[in-house]
């Protein structure tokens, strides 16, 4: 079946440090992949997507890129700010289907 | 930001009542989903809907119940509120089911006592 696997967090980081957030999935078909982000008391927004193999998404200076042969798509940025501390979210969509989603990774960022 | 609202935001209601959310869009977006979101599990959907009157069920829809009469309307129904049912409920519209991105709104959060 389709399904993703995100790293459990929460993930803590200090101001500056690089970020990796891993997100893997199963999936039949082609699926476009995306990552969300949900910050304290808001709804979910799109971050960044990539709709084939080889594309890379990025927004905000992060970054992601769909790799089908290790079917993975995780997240990263250079250097965080306390202004990212929130929680993403991996997510794909099958061929004609809705959206499946990673639990989740809470990122805190301390100053 | 897309046009999505949900009301209430808060509820607390008593269990064995009846509770109707609602989304109310303002994007004629085609594609209206229902989400709940409870730690350790991320997003699950309940119901989604693909057109006016034309509903679906999605992975955890037991207990829930939804309408769509209007293109902008998406209703929610607990018809018989349970302490499980205690979550954080988000509405999503896309005009394409999951090619594009998915607009939320801010979120219900729904205490069953």
């Known amino acids: 079946g389709n399904s993703v696997t995100q790293m459990e967090g929460p993930v803590t980081l200090s101001e500056e440090a690089f970020l990796t957030i891993n997100c893997t999935y199963t999936?039949?078909?082609?699926?476009?992949l995306f990552w969300y982000v949900q910050y304290p008391g808001e709804g979910l927004q799109l971050l960044l997507k990539?709709?084939?193999a080889d594309d890379k998404g990025s927004n905000k200076g992060f970054e992601a890129t769909y790799r089908k042969e290790t079917t993975s798509f995780h997240l990263e940025k250079g250097s965080v700010q306390v202004s990212d501390s929130a929680v993403y979210f991996c997510a794909l969509t099958p061929s004609n289907y809705q959206l499946i989603w990673g639990a989740g990774t809470k990122l805190i960022i301390k100053p | 930001d897309a046009g999505i609202t949900q009301s209430p935001r808060h509820k607390v209601t008593e269990t064995g009542t009846p509770v109707t959310l609602r989304c109310h869009q303002t994007e004629n977006h085609r594609y209206m989903y229902w989400y709940r979101q409870d730690p350790g599990h991320g997003l699950r959907l309940i119901h989604y809907s693909y057109g006016v009157k034309d509903t679906d069920k999605g992975e955890v829809s037991d207990g829930y119940s939804v309408s769509r009469s209007k293109t902008e309307d998406f209703l929610l129904t607990l018809e018989s509120a349970t302490s499980s049912q205690t979550s954080v409920y988000f509405c999503a519209i896309s005009d394409s089911q999951g090619r594009t991105e998915a607009f939320f709104g801010q979120g219900t959060r729904l205490t069953v006592v």
């Open positions: 999936a039949t078909g082609y699926p476009s």
């Open positions: 990539a709709t084939k």
